[in-house]
C-alpha cells in the first residue's frame, strides 16, 4: 500500500492527515464532510490482485480480499492454498479471507472446437494476454505467467512479432493495443486451440461448472468472468453457468 492510499483511507475517515503538496508537507482533511456530498459512512473495501508470496504475504498483513486470475481449477487451488497459508502466517483466521478468482475464457458448445471464431474472440485475448507479458520479461517484470514446453513455439513467433513493433524504445505503446479486448490481426494465427485451451478457463457449461464448485468447495467465495469488448452475450452465458454452481 502506498502512502497516498493511506492518506486517501485517513480522509475517508474523516481524519486530518499529512501529505506532501509540490514539495511541501501539510495537513488536509475534508472540511464540510457532514454535509454527505460525497459519502464517507460507507467503507470501500480493499482488494489486492496478488501473484507472487511477498505481494500475497501484504494482503494477508492489510487484511485485505484477495484477487487471483485463473487458468484453470487447479492451479488456482494450489494458489489459493498458498495464499491462506500466507493468511494464516499473518496470524489471521483462515475463514476470514476473501478470496475472488477471475476467470477469463469461453463458454463453449458441445463440440466447439478451442480455436471456433466465438472461442477466439471470447478467449482469445486472455490467451494472447500471456504472451504479451512474457515478451516484455526482459524488459519489464513478469507477473509470472509460464508457458508449458509445447506451446513455446507460439511464444517464440510472437517475439519475432514483437521485435518488429514501433518505436523500438517503445514496444509496449503497440503491444498492449486491444490488450485483454480483443485479437490484433496479427495475432489472429496464434491463438491456436491448445494455447486457449491451457492458457484460458475455456469448456462447456459443465466443464466450467465443475472447476467452479471445486473453486467454492477450496474456500474461493466468489467467482468473476471477465467479459470482453464486443462480446456482451458472455453476461448470459456466464450467467447460466453460474445459475446451477
Known sequence: MTARDLVAQGLLR????ETNIEGQACKIR???PDLDLINTQDEIPLYISAFGPRSQALTAQLGAGWIYSMRNPAQSV??????QQ???DAGRAPEDLYAVAQGSGCVLAPGEAYDSPKAKAQAGPSAIMILHDLVEADAHRSLGYRVPDD?????DA???LYAEYEPADARYLQVHRWHLMKLRPEEEPLATSDLIR??????????LREGIQALRDAGVAQFAAHIRYGQEAMLEEWADVLSKV
Open 14 to 17: 474523516r481524519e486530518t492527515v
Open 78 to 83: 494450489e494458489q489459493l492454498q498458498r495464499m
Open 198 to 207: 491451457k492458457l484460458t478457463f475455456s469448456g462447456t457449461t459443465d466443464f
Open 30 to 32: 475534508f472540511l464540510n
Open 151 to 155: 506451446l513455446q513455439p507460439l511464444l
Open 86 to 88: 500466507a493468511w494464516r
Open 158 to 160: 510472437y517475439k519475432e
